[in-house]
């Protein structure tokens, strides 16, 4: 790790209100949009720290081009997005902390938002949605349409925000939010190394267990851009299958709490719906974990949630749905689940159901 020499540290006793957090890897096409659009703030009390990831491409030349005393840039190996989130998480002074990838960018207004809303200090955590480049796609804050946020802003007090989260799927980025620095340092929360899919919603759950008061904001100030192939986007799908289910294992034990470990067990189920399709199960491997996790749904999850609109949807087949169902059964009455059969695709596997348990 080596600090720039023109960008060393403030002093000790300057505590920023923010820490901004930017890992960057060859992004040389991309990282000046990123540090302009955050130099550029109207809000000014900030620290901004860069850790370039063992670049290749040109990106530390560029780096070394801004004099602004609120950087400090910090070099690695190449070890991973988690490894240089850490790295950063260490030399974070602000208050409050934020992380924004290098080949995404903010609109003008995002951080005296976000200092307005958090400037008394009790609030541990503040959420924003955003947009998704180039579709123009926009990133709720709960992928559940059922869950609806009147105003432009809400204030939950509540240490059970994360049921809320996990029950209608918040987004799971660890960008576009804003974290109580207390509340990381205090709980010894970082991102896990061994995880190279999804490790912001791990990361996520772990602060949200803990939180006391969550902010949520309507606004889109974030802007991500999926143009370009980022790490996570290359990689393959049994690679996002063993690492989600991966997650859920490593959450289990941070999380000791057993009734907040059954949301957030339902959470890792519904991104797996994403990628587990019936040639998974052949894997035993694969089968035996997906059942530890899913066991450990609560029905009502199940049946008002996203399962129940991908088989309204028919998005996955019969011979998935089947299996699915059996592994219901085996942790389950079938008196629990029967309400999933009223839909037309799953009656038809009832009788192979009652077959398969009495044998």
């Given at each position: 790790m080596i600090p720039s020499k023109n960008q060393m540290p403030?002093?000790?006793?300057?505590?920023?209100?923010?820490t901004i957090i930017l890992p960057t890897y060859n992004r040389a096409k991309l990282i000046k949009r990123s540090i302009d659009s955050i130099l550029s703030q109207d809000f000014k009390d900030f620290e901004l720290l860069i850790i370039d990831d063992g670049s290749t491409d040109h990106t530390p030349e560029l780096l070394q081009e801004y004099e602004d005393e609120r950087i400090k840039i910090f070099t690695k190996s190449n070890g991973g997005v988690s490894s240089a989130r850490n790295l950063d998480l260490k030399h974070a002074k602000g208050e409050y902390i934020t992380?924004?990838?290098?080949d995404d960018y903010i609109l003008q207004g995002f951080?005296?938002?976000a200092w307005k809303l958090l400037r008394g200090g009790g609030i541990d955590v503040l959420i924003y949605g955003g947009k998704i480049l180039p579709q123009i796609q926009i990133a709720e804050l709960f992928s559940n349409p059922k869950h609806k946020i009147i105003n432009d802003f809400e204030l939950i007090c509540d240490k059970n925000f994360i049921y809320e989260y996990c029950s209608f799927l918040g987004n799971p980025w660890a960008c576009a939010k804003f974290i109580k620095k207390?509340?990381?340092?205090?709980?010894?929360i970082c991102f896990d190394e061994s995880i190279h899919y999804d490790e912001d919603l791990l990361f996520n759950l772990n602060f949200?267990?803990?939180?006391q008061s969550v902010g949520l904001c309507k606004k889109l100030f974030y802007?991500?851009?999926?143009?370009t192939q980022s790490l996570c986007r290359g990689v393959s799908k049994n690679t996002k299958?063993?690492?989600l289910l991966m997650g859920y294992e490593k959450v289990c034990l941070s999380i000791q709490n057993q009734q907040v470990l059954k949301y957030c067990?339902?959470?890792y189920f519904s991104h797996l719906l994403m990628y587990f399709g019936p040639l998974d199960f052949l894997r035993k491997t694969n089968q035996q974990k997906f059942l530890n996790l899913l066991k450990q749904i609560p029905i009502n999850l199940l049946e008002t949630n996203k399962i129940y609109r991908l088989i309204k949807t028919k998005k996955y087949n019969a011979n998935f749905y089947t299996r699915l169902i059996i592994m219901l059964a085996i942790n389950s009455s079938l008196r629990k689940i029967s309400r999933l059969f009223d839909l037309p695709l799953l009656k038809a596997l009832k009788p192979k159901l009652k077959l398969f348990l009495q044998t």
């Amino acid at each position: 790790m080596i600090p720039s020499k023109n960008q060393m540290p403030h002093s000790q006793s300057m505590i920023p209100f923010l820490t901004i957090i930017l890992p960057t890897y060859n992004r040389a096409k991309l990282i000046k949009r990123s540090i302009d659009s955050i130099l550029s703030q109207d809000f000014k009390d900030f620290e901004l720290l860069i850790i370039d990831d063992g670049s290749t491409d040109h990106t530390p030349e560029l780096l070394q081009e801004y004099e602004d005393e609120r950087i400090k840039i910090f070099t690695k190996s190449n070890g991973g997005v988690s490894s240089a989130r850490n790295l950063d998480l260490k030399h974070a002074k602000g208050e409050y902390i934020t992380f924004i990838d290098s080949d995404d960018y903010i609109l003008q207004g995002f951080f005296q938002d976000a200092w307005k809303l958090l400037r008394g200090g009790g609030i541990d955590v503040l959420i924003y949605g955003g947009k998704i480049l180039p579709q123009i796609q926009i990133a709720e804050l709960f992928s559940n349409p059922k869950h609806k946020i009147i105003n432009d802003f809400e204030l939950i007090c509540d240490k059970n925000f994360i049921y809320e989260y996990c029950s209608f799927l918040g987004n799971p980025w660890a960008c576009a939010k804003f974290i109580k620095k207390e509340l990381i340092t205090k709980n010894q929360i970082c991102f896990d190394e061994s995880i190279h899919y999804d490790e912001d919603l791990l990361f996520n759950l772990n602060f949200l267990y803990h939180a006391q008061s969550v902010g949520l904001c309507k606004k889109l100030f974030y802007m991500c851009d999926t143009s370009t192939q980022s790490l996570c986007r290359g990689v393959s799908k049994n690679t996002k299958i063993q690492n989600l289910l991966m997650g859920y294992e490593k959450v289990c034990l941070s999380i000791q709490n057993q009734q907040v470990l059954k949301y957030c067990a339902f959470m890792y189920f519904s991104h797996l719906l994403m990628y587990f399709g019936p040639l998974d199960f052949l894997r035993k491997t694969n089968q035996q974990k997906f059942l530890n996790l899913l066991k450990q749904i609560p029905i009502n999850l199940l049946e008002t949630n996203k399962i129940y609109r991908l088989i309204k949807t028919k998005k996955y087949n019969a011979n998935f749905y089947t299996r699915l169902i059996i592994m219901l059964a085996i942790n389950s009455s079938l008196r629990k689940i029967s309400r999933l059969f009223d839909l037309p695709l799953l009656k038809a596997l009832k009788p192979k159901l009652k077959l398969f348990l009495q044998t």
